[in-house]
């Protein structure tokens, strides 16, 4: 099996900054792309920024240039550092993996528990 662990979730006042981290376990055979979607209250789940294993990154128009999505692929780690947050960036944030299982060969989808970004005075 495979799963998906977030962390760096947490309260901070606007214009602030957080680190989340999202580590991969278990059965890999390789990771394909990664990414953060986040989701509010009342609002549909959201990409906010993808990245391939090549590297190559996408981001929401609403988090550019203030967001930055990163991995470390010997660690089978993706991260995303936000700066200047701004309170309609309080959302439950989700990390997603495409994988491959290393027992059966079987590209799969992934998701993580999610992580809670509170931005508040």
């Known amino acids: 099996q495979v799963q998906l662990v977030e962390s760096g979730g947490g309260l901070v006042q606007p214009g602030g900054s957080l680190r989340l981290s999202c580590a991969a376990s278990?059965?890999?055979?390789?990771?394909?792309?990664m990414g953060w979607y986040r989701q509010a209250p009342g609002k549909q789940r959201e990409l906010v920024a993808g990245?391939?294993?090549?590297?190559?990154?996408n981001y929401a128009d609403s988090v550019k240039g203030r967001f930055t999505i990163s991995r470390d692929n010997a660690k089978n780690t993706v991260y995303l550092q936000m700066n200047s947050l701004k309170p309609e960036d309080t959302a439950v944030y989700y990390c997603?993996?495409?994988?491959?299982?290393?027992?059966?060969?079987?590209?799969?989808?992934?998701w993580g528990q999610g992580t809670q970004v509170t931005v508040s005075s």
């Open positions: 997603n993996a495409i994988i491959k299982d290393r027992t059966s060969l079987r590209t799969g989808d992934y």
């Open positions: 278990g059965s890999i055979f390789s990771i394909y792309a």
């Open positions: 990245i391939t294993s090549g590297g190559s990154t």
